[in-house]
């Protein structure tokens, strides 16, 4: 199994605060990915990165910011949590982007916003 | 629009019986590649298959199959002899390759949640 792990796994936050998730990974692949799962909308990219420091917005981007100061660790971070937020974050992994490999998916992260 | 169109919501079948799930996707790029991903009710996402644009032979792994056509855009997915252990949401993605496509994101379609019953 590709090492990719994601914290917390689960969490549970009010409205107006700000939330922060961690995708880690021991491959030292290049590209990194969030997208998040809700019911009837499969996948949707948030934010991905092409390199440290190197990242660029998704289809549903608004209300999230990433940072990626290392290789390893791509943030994900929720600047005021909204409900509209509630839903299953999943971070994934490409060694070399363009579909040209498959993307490994971290255990995911179910957050809730009340 | 959706880039990728997974027209079954839920299918239902009993254990041994054949199943196919449909996926039809639309890009003007000449190069893509297609996957599909099992999520068991566990939750993770696991990598079945990819398929660049190049490359339409069928493809078969023990009870699994692929179908990939371009004339029709479509990437179905067979399962031979379903078990129980199959039953998962299926989701077919797509990847644009094309110079000025974003880096490997996926394009997911929305899923085909598999019961298969004893």
């Known amino acids: 199994d590709a090492g990719i792990t994601q914290s917390p796994r689960h969490k549970v936050t009010e409205t107006g605060t700000p939330v922060t998730l961690r995708c880690h990974q021991t491959?030292?692949?290049?590209?990194m990915y969030w997208y998040r799962q809700d019911p009837g909308h499969g996948l949707r990219l948030i934010h991905y990165?092409?390199?440290?420091?190197?990242?660029d917005k998704g289809e549903v981007s608004d209300g999230y910011s990433v940072s990626r100061s290392k290789t390893e660790d791509f943030l994900l971070t929720l600047e005021s949590a909204t409900s509209s937020q509630t839903s299953v974050y999943f971070c994934?992994?490409?060694?070399?982007?363009?579909?040209?490999?498959?993307?490994?998916f971290g255990p995911g992260t179910r957050l809730t916003v009340l | 629009a959706q880039k990728v169109t997974q027209a079954q919501t839920e299918i239902s079948v009993v254990e041994k019986e054949d199943v196919t799930l449909d996926c039809v996707y639309e890009?003007?790029?000449?190069?893509?590649?297609l996957f599909w991903y099992k999520q068991p009710p566990s939750g993770e996402l696991v990598f079945l298959i990819r398929?660049?644009?190049?490359?339409?032979q069928n493809e078969i792994s023990g009870r699994y199959s692929w179908n990939f056509q371009k004339s029709t855009s479509s990437f179905n997915f067979t399962i031979t002899a379903s078990q129980v252990v199959d039953s998962a949401v299926y989701f077919c993605?797509?990847?644009?390759?094309?110079?000025?496509?974003?880096?490997?994101?996926?394009?997911f379609g929305r899923g085909t949640q598999l019961t298969v019953w004893p």
């Open positions: 990165s092409y390199g440290v420091k190197d990242t």
């Open positions: 398929r660049n644009s190049f490359d339409e």
């Open positions: 491959e030292n692949h290049r590209y």
């Open positions: 994934a992994i490409s060694e070399l982007g363009q579909g040209a490999d498959e993307q490994f």
């Open positions: 890009t003007r790029d000449t190069t893509y590649y």
């Open positions: 993605a797509l990847s644009e390759a094309d110079r000025g496509s974003t880096l490997g994101r996926l394009y």
